[in-house]
């Protein structure tokens, strides 16, 4: 064993990266007492992205939905002051060191990536403070209680799961579903288990249209282009709004030049890299202290709160006519986009591949290349492992369960690249040191073997199998009671 310090930097802060940490807490715990962990997460809270669908139609549940991080690294009810908790947006990752918005570095011996995807048509999930979540929340629902027609354009998860929800609490409403496939949900769902879905939003009183693609101007990548619209922009009822917090409430949008997050700052003048054994002196961490109970987020917020009214002109309810490209025509009060998820991966583009011929990024769907032990795929970095819905493993592999198990595996093979070969970095060429990790004994990723349940709302779910209708059961009932908030409640000590 290594009498250095370890450095490991887990970067997002949801399931897969939670787990992560929790396992090499465990670690560091047992085995490894110098094993540093570093969480770098932009938001200032967790924000349950599983119960997406219920917080958008439940105040209640909306107000659970953020949860502090400041136990994320108890142990026991202690805290290691090994560990931390970096809020920051990461910019940029190199060979062994990362960049964050602001300035600074954080150097790491390993590195696990776990951004996930990012869902620039819902503007919440852009959202970095619990605060300003909760207010694009109080906007959306305001505008779907106000609206009486409401299309929805994308039938994935989020637009099949928010359709069944609204058209549940609100059964009076004319609700339609658009999707460009011919049938809902994911590619990897049988025909079987979509067309069920399909007849029980239908019996909701739910209007499927299937095979149809909204033409622009009303939404797309070339209704945004065409406006002039930055890329990344999202359109919602007309409007071009850019996705970053910054410019949705400046007021609000985290500042890494100020004291209300982690300021991180090298003393490094020559920007070069210290040595492994010397990064710990290097550096200056100014930890972010988030409240310690996640109820004073909402209680002093009110549908009449000012901070409301901030986001309403992104829900601009009235009517107007939605045509698809084969000429369908839909008249509606207020149309949600619902489709457009890609993991976040630009911060690669400062990261060389070994070829050109063999990108990190997969071009087609912006995934981090991987294999099968969740190490990138390229052999020149086998000490950086990307795990749940960043990587390229099949659209099968894109769920909750299996981000948790991929990020026990990322954190099992790291342990073994720390017994067989960690001083590798610092005594071997590039060349010998890659040859010694291709060696070390890894276990692959095999898959996860789940059900799958999709719920429409409190009191319906659709289920694939008898196991997942079980396992749904075991839960406490229906899925969609929960959306695994209990779950999550649990996993960061709350």
């Known amino acids: 064993m290594s009498s250095r310090e370890i450095h490991v930097v887990v970067v997002g802060g949801s399931w897969a990266g939670i787990t992560a940490v929790h396992d090499l807490m465990q670690l560091s715990h047992l085995t490894y007492p110098r094993l540093h962990i570093t969480l770098v997460e932009q938001r200032t809270h967790y924000f349950h992205k599983t119960g997406i669908i219920r917080g958008l139609a439940d105040r209640k549940y909306a107000e659970q939905m953020f949860i502090p991080y400041n136990r994320v690294f108890s142990h026991s009810g202690m805290s290691n002051p090994n560990h931390r908790f970096v809020c920051a947006r990461l910019k940029h990752i190199h060979e062994h060191f990362i960049e964050v918005e602001g300035g600074g570095r954080l150097f790491y011996d390993y590195l696990i990536i776990a951004t996930g995807t990012e869902y620039k048509s819902l503007p919440v999930t852009s959202s970095t403070t619990a605060e300003e979540c909760y207010g694009q929340y109080q906007a959306m629902r305001a505008a779907i209680e106000a609206a009486e027609r409401i299309v929805f354009v994308g039938g994935g998860a989020v637009g099949v799961g928010l359709c069944g929800e609204i058209a549940e609490m609100y059964p009076s409403k004319k609700i339609t579903l658009i999707h460009a496939r011919n049938k809902l949900l994911n590619q990897d769902i049988s025909d079987a288990f979509a067309s069920t879905t399909e007849q029980r939003l239908q019996k909701m009183g739910v209007r499927v249209v299937l095979g149809e693609i909204v033409e622009p101007p ?24 850019a996705p970053d917090a910054a410019s949705i409430a400046p007021s609000m949008a985290p500042s890494m030049a100020h004291s209300s997050v982690n300021r991180i700052e090298s003393s490094m003048a020559n920007g070069s890299m210290a040595a492994p054994q010397e990064r ?5 961490i100014h930890h972010y202290h988030a409240p310690s109970v996640a109820p004073s987020i909402t209680s002093s917020l009110s549908s009449s709160d000012p901070l409301s009214h901030k986001y309403r002109y992104q829900w601009n309810v009235h009517s107007h006519e939605i045509v698809t490209k084969s000429g369908v025509k839909i008249e509606c009060d207020l149309t949600v986009w619902t489709t457009g998820s890609r993991p976040q991966t630009r911060f690669m583009k400062t990261l ?37 819905d960043v990587n390229s493993l099949s659209i099968s592999e894109k769920y909750a369960t299996s981000a948790v198990n991929q990020a026990k595996r990322a954190a099992e093979n790291i342990r073994t690249l720390i017994d067989d070969c960690y001083d590798f970095r610092v005594k071997m060429s590039t060349a010998m040191a890659q040859d010694m990790a291709s060696k070390a004994m890894l276990v692959p990723y095999t898959g996860t073997k ?10 319906q779910e659709v289920s694939n199998t008898w196991f997942a209708k079980i396992n749904s059961w075991a839960r406490g009932g229906k899925r969609g009671r929960k959306y695994l908030l209990d779950k999550a409640q649990k996993m960061l000590n709350y």
Request: hydrophobic share 35%.
């Open 352 to 388: 060389p591949p070994s070829s050109e011929k063999r990108p990190l990024v997969d071009p087609a769907s912006g995934s981090i290349i991987v294999r099968p032990t969740l190490q990138l795929a390229d052999p020149r970095y086998p000490h950086i492992f990307a795990v749940g």
């Open 450 to 459: 789940k059900g799958v349940v999709v719920a429409l709302g409190k009191s």
């Open 280 to 284: 710990s002196e290097h550096r200056e």
């Open 218 to 241: 009303e939404f797309g990548v070339d209704a945004i282009y065409s406006t002039g619209a930055p890329p990344g922009a999202y359109v919602s009822e007309r409007h071009i709004v």
